[in-house]
């Protein structure tokens, strides 16, 4: 018990000695703090007051700067809606706002080829283009076939032939023929011998009987294609039975012959196509839903190559082509000098006339404005033109050139019809604009 009272002795006095020297160091350093308080009050208090300067100057200078941007955006405002307010007056189509007008000299007009006229409102000429190919007449062509079972022997003509009436196309043999020839040739013989006799030596029933046996065998050969020559011929000459030739019947080109001899035909199977070439049909089509006045006797301009015809109307389909989709107007053309073949391309224009007067000018006329608008220039005054926006309607084209129906200009002004985009330049130079925008 005394060795450990012995060894806690020394331990509390150094405590005690420690905690003594650190209350003398603080007395020390408070003594010291109070040596100057007058200046340390003094600087703290002139902080606080420039702290509070600066703050009272920024704020006013805030206010300063807010009513200056107030007014600024008052007065920025006032002229966005003057601005708008200009630009809503300036944006009325078919007035002329500021720097519409341009003024020329009369070097410039004649340099610039610059043309003036009066537009008046009249019924226009006009042509409307299809196209258009040109086909045998169906009226004048026909088929060359056989009517009953038939093999082809001879031919007589080829392909592209100009033929005649009554010429000979191609020789068949038919057995069918044949029995009807033979039947002919006893039915005519018989029929002669009665004719000789009379009536009434060999009775009215057997006069009677020989006439129709006669004339039915005739009808027969006549049905199955023989000409009336071929037919005489075969009573009186001894020709072989079952042939027979095939003739034209009217004045034609050969457009088609595509057998070979000794080739079965069936009846009714093309052999040849002719087809008289002296008037031909031209097919034009148009769109299903051009509304046009098309009566028959229409005259129409005709371009096949470098050749030009007159041909008129003469058909108007009311159905339209399944394949193409267009509408057919059949024309017929005269092909006096065989320069048109069926098959060729062709150009049609129609010759029409608008139903009430327009107002129309050259396309030349026409020039657009900044703002994309379709514009014309009047001259307002000598030498002073002024632009004016226009609302397009038809175009007309003639033998004029391309014209235009236009809405928005008053009756008897004076249009530039040439040298429109000279005056439209020397607007653009000035910076024009005629929205204001």
């Known amino acids: 018990m005394k060795i450990k009272l012995i060894t806690l002795i020394p331990l509390v006095a150094l405590f005690i000695l420690t905690a003594g020297a650190n209350v003398s160091a603080q007395e020390h350093d408070h003594q010291h703090g109070k040596s100057e308080p007058g200046k340390q009050v003094a600087r703290e208090k002139d902080n606080h007051d420039g702290h509070e300067a600066d703050k009272e100057n920024g704020h006013d200078q805030e206010h300063a700067d807010h009513d200056e941007g107030h007014d600024g955006e008052h007065d920025d405002h006032g002229a966005a809606g003057a601005d708008d307010h200009g630009e809503e007056d300036g944006h009325g189509h078919g007035e002329e706002g500021e720097g519409s007008e341009v003024s020329l000299s009369g070097q410039q007009i004649k340099l610039a080829g610059i043309e003036v006229e009066t537009a008046n409102a009249a019924i226009m000429d006009y042509q409307l283009y299809a196209p258009g190919e040109v086909k045998a007449n169906g009226y004048t062509s026909y088929l060359v076939s056989p009517r009953v079972d038939s093999v082809v022997l001879r031919r007589h003509v080829g392909l592209g032939a100009h033929v005649e009436k009554g010429q000979p196309l191609v020789t068949l043999f038919s057995e069918t023929v044949a029995e009807a020839q033979a039947s002919f040739r006893v039915a005519s013989s018989e029929w002669q011998r009665i004719q000789k006799l009379g009536k009434k030596s060999v009775g009215d029933k057997r006069y009677i009987s020989g006439q129709s046996a006669y004339d039915a065998a005739l009808g027969r050969l006549q049905a199955y294609g023989l000409s009336k020559a071929a037919i005489a011929s075969l009573a009186k000459s001894a020709q072989p039975l079952g042939e027979y030739t095939l003739s034209a019947i009217s004045d034609g080109a050969i457009l088609s012959d595509d057998f070979q001899q000794g080739q079965r035909v069936e009846p009714g199977e093309s052999l040849m196509v002719v087809a008289d070439e002296h008037t031909l049909w031209i097919?034009?089509?148009?769109?299903?839903?051009?509304?046009?006045?098309?009566?028959?006797?229409?005259?129409?301009?005709?371009?096949?190559?470098?050749?030009?015809?007159?041909?008129?109307?003469?058909?108007?389909?009311?159905?339209?082509?399944?394949?193409?989709?267009?509408?057919?107007?059949?024309?017929?053309?005269?092909?006096?000098?065989?320069?048109?073949?069926?098959?060729?391309?062709?150009?049609?224009?129609?010759?029409?006339?608008?139903?009430?007067?327009?107002?129309?000018?050259?396309?030349?006329?026409?020039?657009?404005?900044?703002?994309?608008?379709?514009?014309?220039?009047?001259?307002?005054?000598?030498?002073?033109?002024?632009?004016?926006?226009?609302?397009?309607?038809?175009?007309?084209?003639?033998?004029?050139?391309?014209?235009?129906?236009?809405?928005?200009?008053?009756?008897?002004?004076?249009?530039?019809?040439?040298?429109?985009?000279?005056?439209?330049?020397?607007?653009?130079?000035?910076?024009?604009?005629?929205?204001?925008?």
């Open 283 to 437: 097919e034009a089509r148009l769109a299903p839903n051009t509304q046009l006045d098309l009566p028959v006797g229409t005259l129409a301009k005709v371009k096949v190559g470098d050749n030009y015809f007159t041909a008129k109307v003469t058909q108007e389909a009311h159905t339209i082509d399944l394949l193409t989709r267009t509408r057919i107007v059949r024309l017929e053309v005269a092909n006096d000098n065989h320069l048109l073949h069926s098959g060729m391309f062709a150009d049609v224009y129609f010759s029409l006339k608008s139903r009430e007067p327009v107002v129309a000018v050259p396309e030349t006329a026409l020039m657009r404005s900044s703002d994309g608008d379709w514009v014309v220039f009047i001259e307002d005054e000598p030498k002073s033109f002024l632009m004016q926006e226009v609302v397009l309607g038809r175009s007309f084209n003639n033998v004029a050139g391309q014209w235009r129906e236009i809405k928005g200009v008053a009756a008897n002004s004076r249009i530039v019809t040439k040298g429109a985009f000279f005056i439209a330049s020397q607007l653009a130079k000035g910076g024009f604009d005629p929205h204001n925008h």
